[in-house]
């Protein structure tokens, strides 16, 4: 694997990063109930996409979700490349405490509650077994870094204490729309291959842990991350979950630095056969 230089830190939000998430579209095997489920747990309502006869989108910041029809797809086995999770971001801690809350009144089941000392993070799994993780990032001052001279960050995972997360909002609060996809997290086939794709596009590494490398634009943490913890090969053809994943590039450097990387892929896929998508600047 390259030892290439971590990322330099800067300042810049993770939406205003030359490179970050634009969306996420997912097949549906279930399409009403898929839908249903995401209206409750984000507290939006879809819309028709135009773009796509049937499908369904969520319209976030800087972000959507898409659902496409897909009632013949084979369920996914799980150790196929893929999506792990989409990762919703909260404006801020209080706004993670309130989506807490709703969570717990809605009793839906988290599969997870962690302190990755740049985040505070919960898991939990759609009905088609989607992985999703709702976080809300601590101040980037506070964020845990490796040792001289490395560069990046030093991400953990620690027990989360929910009850000091739920004394943070009063009640059931929901961000709307002011919640973006901060970043994807996609189950790999050939770790250091795909790693080296994102890179091309644009990417650099913020950090290495066994078996998974995680990747990011202007500084943050990270808006890509790729795991072979338990896939591998490439993503069979027919399945539902992840179509693709969609990069906004900020400026016209951005594009074409992210355009030629994807140019000289397969067909717009990564190495583990995990398709990605290119949007340019706005305006």
Known sequence: MSDAPLLRDTDLPPEAAPLSIGGVTLAARDLPRLAAFYAALLGLEPMPDEAAPGALRFDLAGATLRLLPAPEARPERGDEPGLFHTAFLMPDRTALAGWLHHALALGLRLDGASDHGVSEALYLSDPEGNGIEVYADRPRALWPRPPAPATGVAMVTRRLDLD????????????????????????????GATEAFYRGLGLEVTQRMPRASFLASGGYHHHVAVNTWGSAGLRPSGLSGLVALTLRAADAAAFRRAAAGLAGSSQGVDPSGNAVLLEEPKG
Do not use: F
């Open 164 to 191: 000091a997360l739920l004394a943070a909002a009063p009640g059931a609060v929901l961000a709307g729309r002011a919640m973006r996809i901060g970043h994807v997290h996609l189950r790999a086939g050939d770790l």
